[in-house]
């Protein structure tokens, strides 16, 4: 657990002695409102975080960073992308010279776009694109910013600005900056292509330069799985716990690799692990429930699904979700 952002008060030495003025340690600086917000949205203490960026608004409704991180608490808490995108839009607005309030509000408008309509949708994307390439050209150094754009070009339709050749040059670009991120860049683009060996081999690569890299480990068990080599996944996956200990995600990675498996009761238990590391980690509540469903246990899976709606009541999962409610409804009869 980090530790608390902890006010301070102005320490006042005592008078050292007769014909002595007193004394002033130097006042240790308070937090502002902002500032606290900031610290517990690190934290991950979002309700906290929430209510702490409000007050900070409402006593400075121009503070840029309490904007941009009110957005991200909506958008990774609440799951409330449009209340999300007024906030991280008005910090580009209050700092358009701000890369990384591009680079999140180009993911607010990702995560509208996958949420809406086929129309809407169209829209959100080349205003995403566009946040995107601003992030990246106020810092050219920003891996993340340079993730993000590869991963749209790579999953944007050519009309919506989508582009293999594009992906490539900021797989390059990437590579110059940090070998490992590059070589994963460059994993991605393999995949994207279908060619599953290099894919392979670039991923391998990456952990030979970083042993500690999780998401090379992430990326390469998914790959394994995904190619049947299930044996080899689970294996991956245990050691991306090793090297990302207290992490949700690796506990979820490894649990879908054991129902691949057939081993349904480990797959429970590792899926109930992530969600004590975050009990907000909305997609083993999907997997939980496939599990449940397995093993015809209806009225767990019903439970699962009914709190993966509540974690997102919105867009194409949460269809689905419900498509499966409906049918675990009907098998409780």
Same mark, same amino acid.
């Given at each position: 657990?980090?530790?608390?952002?902890?006010?301070?008060?102005?320490?006042?030495?005592?008078?050292?002695?007769?014909?002595?003025?007193?004394?002033?340690?130097?006042?240790?600086?308070?937090?502002?409102?902002?500032?606290?917000?900031?610290?517990?949205?690190?934290?991950?203490?979002?309700? &906290? $975080?929430? @209510?702490?960026? *409000?007050? /900070?608004?409402?006593?400075? !409704? +121009?503070?840029?960073?309490? =904007?941009?991180? %009110? #957005?991200?608490?909506?958008?990774?808490?609440?799951?409330?992308?449009? &209340? $999300?995108? @007024?906030?991280? *839009?008005? /910090?580009?607005?209050?700092? !358009? +010279?701000?890369?990384?309030? =591009?680079?999140? %509000? #180009?993911?607010?408008?990702?995560?509208?776009?996958?949420?809406?309509?086929?129309?809407?949708?169209?829209?959100?994307?080349?205003?995403?694109?566009?946040?995107?390439?601003?992030?990246?050209?106020?810092?050219?150094?920003?891996?993340?910013?340079?993730?993000?754009?590869?991963?749209?070009?790579?999953?944007?339709?050519?009309?919506?600005?989508?582009?293999?050749?594009?992906?490539?040059?900021?797989?390059?670009?990437?590579?110059?900056?940090?070998?490992?991120?590059?070589?994963?860049?460059?994993?991605?683009?393999?995949?994207?292509?279908?060619?599953?060996?290099?894919?392979?081999?670039?991923?391998?690569?990456?952990?030979?330069?970083?042993?500690?890299?999780?998401?090379?480990?992430?990326?390469?068990?998914?790959?394994?799985?995904?190619?049947?080599?299930?044996?080899?996944?689970?294996?991956?996956?245990?050691?991306?716990?090793?090297?990302?200990?207290?992490?949700?995600?690796?506990?979820?990675?490894?649990?879908?690799?054991?129902?691949?498996?057939?081993?349904?009761?480990?797959?429970?238990?590792?899926?109930?692990?992530?969600?004590?590391?975050?009990?907000?980690?909305?997609?083993?509540?999907?997997?939980?429930?496939?599990?449940?469903?397995?093993?015809?246990?209806?009225?767990?899976?019903?439970?699962?699904?009914?709190?993966?709606?509540?974690?997102?009541?919105?867009?194409?999962?949460?269809?689905?979700?419900?498509?499966?409610?409906?049918?675990?409804?009907?098998?409780?009869?």
């Amino acid at each position: 657990m980090r530790r608390l952002v902890q006010v301070t008060a102005v320490i006042i030495g005592a008078t050292l002695g007769a014909g002595v003025g007193a004394q002033h340690e130097q006042a240790t600086p308070v937090p502002t409102l902002a500032e606290q917000g900031i610290e517990l949205f690190k934290q991950e203490k979002y309700p &906290e $975080a929430k @209510k702490a960026l *409000a007050r /900070a608004l409402a006593a400075n !409704p +121009a503070d840029a960073a309490a =904007h941009a991180y %009110l #957005g991200l608490v909506l958008l990774n808490h609440d799951r409330d992308a449009d &209340e $999300a995108a @007024k906030h991280v *839009a008005e /910090a580009v607005r209050l700092e !358009p +010279a701000c890369s990384r309030y =591009h680079r999140w %509000l #180009g993911a607010v408008y990702s995560q509208q776009a996958m949420e809406a309509g086929a129309l809407s949708a169209f829209g959100l994307a080349k205003k995403a694109r566009a946040e995107l390439e601003k992030a990246v050209e106020l810092d050219p150094k920003d891996l993340a910013a340079r993730r993000s754009l590869l991963q749209y070009y790579l999953s944007a339709p050519g009309i919506a600005g989508g582009s293999v050749a594009k992906a490539r040059e900021q797989a390059l670009a990437m590579t110059e900056l940090d070998r490992s991120e590059g070589l994963l860049a460059q994993a991605r683009i393999a995949e994207h292509e279908k060619d599953d060996q290099g894919a392979e081999r670039l991923y391998r690569s990456a952990i030979a330069v970083d042993p500690d890299q999780g998401e090379a480990y992430n990326q390469l068990g998914y790959l394994l799985l995904r190619t049947k080599r299930r044996d080899e996944a689970v294996a991956t996956f245990r050691t991306y716990i090793e090297v990302s200990p207290g992490q949700a995600n690796p506990h979820d990675s490894l649990a879908e690799a054991l129902l691949a498996q057939g081993k349904v009761d480990e797959s429970i238990a590792e899926y109930r692990t992530a969600l004590e590391i975050d009990p907000t980690f909305s997609s083993s509540f999907l997997g939980l429930a496939q599990c449940y469903q397995r093993k015809e246990a209806w009225a767990e899976a019903q439970a699962a699904l009914e709190r993966f709606l509540e974690l997102v009541p919105e867009g194409r999962r949460a269809d689905d979700a419900r498509g499966q409610l409906a049918k675990v409804a009907k098998k409780k009869r």
